[in-house]
């Protein structure tokens, strides 16, 4: 597609789960980015990647969120026993090198 | 901690006036950038300024840059409908990529 993807739109889970939330950037981007906004909050930085290496992990909140990008091109999320206070919708953003950050519609997790 | 502090938090007004939005902080930035967001979509990129004290237009909406590269401005005249939204702004520090978002300003215009 043109844009970035990310999925799924919507994730409900239950406290203790492990979830993986999914970005697919635009074809090219370099740099790909992940950001948490809460409810009626402006988005707080998480981790950004250029290629396939994490070059600044310093907003992830705790050691139960981590993400990868083994090629360069998608990412994933992971959060491993969620807790109520994960919940918020993740946004992912890619970019070249420098340029214009690009969202995508993001995934609202909900952790009961 | 929010280092973009953007006021007022929510503005509801009538089709035709007009507003302004502040965006402050005591921090410096490379440059700033302002997104409007809609409900359940991602922010979506307005304007970027870069220079200190740089005002750029964008048909009804001017935007500042602080002289300092503190603090930035949106000027909206004669709001419509349409711009009802979620107004960020977003900082970047010199060396990095990444963005430091405000907290935000919820417009609603009344037609």
């Known amino acids: 597609g043109a844009g970035v993807s990310q999925t799924p739109s919507n994730k409900v889970t239950e406290k203790g789960k492990y979830v993986e939330l999914r970005c697919d950037p635009i074809?090219?981007?370099?740099?790909l980015y992940w950001y948490r906004q809460s409810l009626g909050q402006g988005p707080e930085f998480l981790i950004y990647?250029?290629?396939?290496?994490?070059?600044?992990d310093s907003g992830l909140p705790n050691d139960r969120f981590f993400a990868v990008r083994p090629e360069g091109s998608v990412s994933t999320l992971k959060i491993q026993r969620t807790e109520r206070g994960d919940s918020a919708v993740y946004l992912c953003?890619?970019?070249?090198?420098?340029?214009?950050?690009?969202f995508g519609a993001g995934t609202r997790l909900s952790v009961l | 901690t929010q280092l973009l502090e953007q006021s007022p938090q929510f503005l509801s007004i009538q089709e035709g006036e007009n507003l302004t939005v502040y965006c402050n902080s005591s921090s410096v930035f490379s440059s700033l950038q302002w997104y409007r967001q809609e409900p359940g979509e991602g922010p979506v990129l307005l304007v970027t300024v870069v220079t200190g004290g740089e005002v750029k237009k964008l048909k009804r909406l001017t935007f500042q840059f602080g002289d300092a590269r503190k603090d930035s401005s949106l000027h909206i005249t004669a709001a419509q409908p349409g711009d009802t939204g979620l107004y960020l702004c977003?900082?970047?520090?010199?060396?990095?990529?990444?963005?430091?978002f405000g907290t935000g300003t919820r417009l609603q215009v009344f037609p």
């Open positions: 953003a890619s970019s070249s090198q420098g340029g214009i950050q690009y």
């Open positions: 977003a900082g970047r520090r010199y060396n990095t990529d990444k963005l430091i």
């Open positions: 990647f250029q290629g396939t290496g994490a070059a600044d």
């Open positions: 074809s090219g981007h370099t740099a």
